[in-house]
């Protein structure tokens, strides 16, 4: 498993929290919201479907095979034959584990014929959860090349879309960006980012091909390049744009249909700060019960930092303008 764990890596140090943003986001259309006591099945699956991929192809390609062969630590009486059989047992069966981890997702696991089939759905899921990290790898180390080219910045602000309102995101961001004086314009991306959502939507079926954006969206000026994808926003190009643009975008995450976090707890939170968001002045009673979730939520540091921030600037956003005393008045 070194290389499987070395192959995550390398592909997380490309994309970063991307990927599990990314990962989440496909889960929550396939099977809901996933509790934190849950997101361990989802880096097993992540790592499980590169370990797949990698597998795979060993099995397919025996130069390949023979060079994750080679990749593996083992002792001198470890005879080849043996880690082939390994390789090929986790090339049928993996997918499999990784089936029974979906079933642990459900409220109500399926039974019978039912969970069978789930079991066997791990095969796709496998593919299209490998496919878009792999794609995601590649179209991360694309932007990093091309930032050192031209001297740009790459900045990835990672966030999940809410199902269904995609489009709603896309133009609360296009008048943050305008409001911010980027004279950006509106075009659509590569067809080659719409390829994971359409696998995503033919492995989850017409429920999920509905919530799948049916076209997405960049932005673009003389010096910056954006790219609103349904678990990431992507900006490159010139330093002083990116900074620009990232602050509005980060203003704009606030109160758009979007999530932060990843976790059902930690959305849970998001979507009560947008409760109080919407209120026309705010006191500090409203954040008692949101201070107390805060200190009790188990989740990690990155997560529970990004919740308290969006805590203070709601906050922050609506007070009265004139307002130097605290939330509540006094």
């Known amino acids: 498993m070194i290389i499987f764990s070395g192959l995550f890596t390398a592909f997380g140090r490309l994309i970063g929290a991307v990927a599990t943003m990314t990962v989440a986001w496909a889960t929550i259309l396939l099977f809901g919201r996933i509790p934190q006591s849950k997101q361990t099945l989802l880096s097993f699956i992540t790592l499980g479907s590169l370990a797949w991929i990698a597998t795979l192809a060993g099995v397919l390609v025996p130069t390949v095979g023979s060079f994750l062969l080679a990749a593996v630590p083992r002792a001198s009486f470890i005879e080849d034959v043996w880690l082939r059989l390994i390789m090929l047992g986790l090339a049928v069966f993996l997918p499999l584990a990784i089936g029974f981890a979906t079933i642990a997702f459900t409220e109500n696991p399926p039974v019978g014929r039912a969970r069978v089939t789930r079991l066997l759905l791990g095969y796709p899921?496998?593919?299209?959860?490998?496919?878009?990290?792999?794609?995601?790898?590649?179209?991360?180390?694309?932007?990093?090349?091309?930032?050192?080219?031209?001297?740009?910045?790459?900045?990835?602000?990672?966030?999940?879309?809410?199902?269904?309102?995609?489009?709603?995101?896309?133009?609360d961001l296009e008048s943050a960006l305008h409001e911010a004086d980027l004279a950006v314009a509106r075009k659509s991306a590569s067809g080659w980012f719409e390829v994971p959502p359409r696998l995503l939507a033919a492995v989850g079926g017409d429920p999920v091909k509905d919530l799948i954006p049916t076209e997405l969206v960049g932005f673009e000026t003389d010096g910056l390049q954006i790219l609103v994808y349904p678990s990431d926003v992507a900006l490159l190009g010139r330093k002083e744009l990116v900074s620009q643009a990232r602050a509005a975008v980060a203003r704009c995450l606030t109160s758009?249909?979007?999530?932060?976090?990843?976790?059902?707890?930690?959305?849970?939170?998001?979507?009560?700060?947008?409760?109080?968001a919407r209120k026309p002045r705010v006191v500090a009673a409203d954040f008692r019960a949101i201070d107390e979730l805060l200190t009790m939520l188990v989740a990690p540091y990155d997560e529970w930092e990004t919740l308290y921030r969006l805590r203070l600037q709601v906050e922050q956003e609506r007070r009265l303008p004139d307002s130097t005393t605290p939330a509540d008045g006094s």
């Not at 496998?126 to 740009?152: D, F, P």
């Not at 900045?155 to 269904?164: F, R, T």
């Not at 758009?256 to 109080?276: M, P």
């Open 256 to 276: 758009a249909d979007a999530y932060l976090t990843s976790a059902k707890e930690s959305q849970q939170i998001e979507d009560q700060l947008a409760e109080i």
């Open 125 to 171: 899921y496998a593919a299209v959860y490998a496919l878009t990290i792999i794609s995601l790898a590649a179209w991360g180390l694309e932007r990093k090349i091309r930032s050192l080219q031209h001297g740009w910045d790459s900045v990835h602000i990672p966030m999940i879309v809410k199902a269904g309102r995609y489009d709603a995101v896309v133009t």
